[in-house]
């Protein structure tokens, strides 16, 4: 009896875990880490105060809901589909003799794509939260990846009466984060930094500080 109400106590129990990136300047987060020390929960408020200042700005922010010691996986993501494998057209000099009276028009385009790739752009969050028996404390395992399309590239330039038909392919910009904190419940803590990928200036003028908060939230007795 006793191992079944230890065992109903601690799956009536849930985890909130609300995930949460802000970019603020690189010299503020200098500042509140190395001038002024600041804890982590004093950390987001300073960077909160500073996006309601319009001085950062609030990239992310995610809240996924999960039992106690299970795992729970979110992703808000857009496909994008793009061509990998470009191929020359089929219709070359080669194929036509040499003596040939017939004209052969030059194709639309001088290549076709044989293959497609697909890569998700959005956000992808899995925690697996553990609450201490005394209810104080939660380790929390979290695997985070935040994917943005940031440009898109020429591969190679063409252009015909049809118009533009050169080839483009996407550049993604990628922040992923696969580690575990132990944290106190119902206050939010710094996680990781993130680096903008590729700096705009050699010194990046940026960074992106990814907060954490787990609220452990125990069912009413039925």
Do not use: C
């Not at 194709?107 to 697996?128: D, K, L, Q």
Request: glycine share 4%; proline share 9%; net charge negative.
């Amino acid at each position: 009896m006793i191992l079944l109400a230890v065992a109903t106590q601690t799956m009536a129990q849930q985890v909130r875990v609300t995930v949460q990136v802000i970019e603020v300047p690189h010299g503020e987060l200098t500042k509140w880490t190395t001038g002024e020390k600041l804890r982590g929960p004093e950390i987001h408020a300073s960077a909160v105060k500073l996006a309601s200042a319009g001085g950062a700005e609030i990239l992310d922010t995610s809240v996924v809901v999960a039992r106690n010691a299970e795992k729970a996986r979110i992703e808000s993501i857009g496909e994008v589909i793009y061509p990998v494998e470009p191929e020359p057209s089929s219709m070359g000099a080669s194929q036509i003799p040499l003596d040939s009276k017939v004209y052969f028009p030059p194709p639309p385009r001088p290549w076709a794509f044989s293959s497609f790739a697909t890569r998700n752009v959005g956000t992808t969050v899995e925690i697996e939260p553990t609450v201490s028996p005394d209810h104080k404390l939660v380790d929390l395992r979290l695997e985070y990846e935040m994917v943005d399309r940031a440009s898109l590239m020429t591969w190679m330039e063409y252009r015909d009466e049809l118009g533009d038909g050169s080839i483009r392919k996407p550049i993604f910009d990628t922040r992923r984060l696969s580690s575990a904190l132990t944290v106190v419940p119902g206050t939010f803590e710094l996680f990781n930094v993130f680096t903008p990928k590729p700096p705009a200036v050699p010194a990046v003028a940026t960074r992106q500080l990814l907060f954490v908060r787990a609220e452990v939230m125990k069912l009413p007795e039925p």
